[in-house]
């Protein structure tokens, strides 16, 4: 994730520069998030993935969203499992968290078919 890259005007046109700024980590960290594992904060709550990679069989992640805590697992489901969403136990209808109070600790598990 570099800080800038040089333009056409410059004598080594996209040539990219401060690619290890601590500024980069942070986009590091939401490029993987996001991009390999699929969960992202919307306006209504945190996108989750709704299918894993072929040679997954699960992962766990603590994600912070608006002043709560989120800790999710995401797994292939079992024979006889449902696939899906739920929180503290409890099925959703989709793969969007809806937002909770601030200040909540929510347990997540989403099994994937």
Same mark, same amino acid.
Do not use: K
């Given at each position: 994730?570099?800080?800038?890259?040089?333009? *056409? &005007?410059?004598? =080594? *046109?996209?040539? &990219?520069? /401060?690619? /290890?700024?601590?500024?980069?980590?942070? /986009?590091?960290?939401?490029?993987?998030?996001?991009? =390999?594992?699929?969960?992202?904060?919307? +306006?209504?709550? $945190?996108? #989750?993935?709704? %299918?894993? *990679?072929?040679? /997954?069989?699960?992962? !766990?992640? @603590? !994600?912070?969203? !608006?002043?709560?805590?989120?800790? $999710?697992?995401?797994?292939?489901? #079992?024979?006889? %499992?449902?696939?899906?969403?739920?929180? %503290?136990? @409890?099925? $959703?209808?989709?793969?969007?968290? *809806?937002?909770?109070?601030?200040?909540?600790?929510?347990?997540?598990?989403? +099994?994937?078919?």
């Amino acid at each position: 994730m570099p800080g800038n890259v040089e333009g *056409p &005007a410059s004598q =080594v *046109p996209g040539r &990219a520069g /401060w690619t /290890w700024y601590t500024g980069s980590g942070a /986009w590091y960290l939401r490029a993987f998030v996001e991009g =390999v594992l699929g969960i992202s904060a919307q +306006l209504d709550g $945190i996108q #989750l993935p709704n %299918d894993l *990679p072929q040679t /997954w069989d699960h992962f !766990r992640l @603590r !994600r912070s969203y !608006r002043g709560s805590i989120y800790d $999710i697992a995401i797994r292939r489901a #079992l024979p006889g %499992d449902q696939a899906g969403c739920s929180m %503290d136990g @409890r099925r $959703i209808e989709g793969y969007i968290l *809806p937002y909770q109070a601030t200040g909540c600790h929510v347990r997540v598990e989403v +099994l994937i078919e």
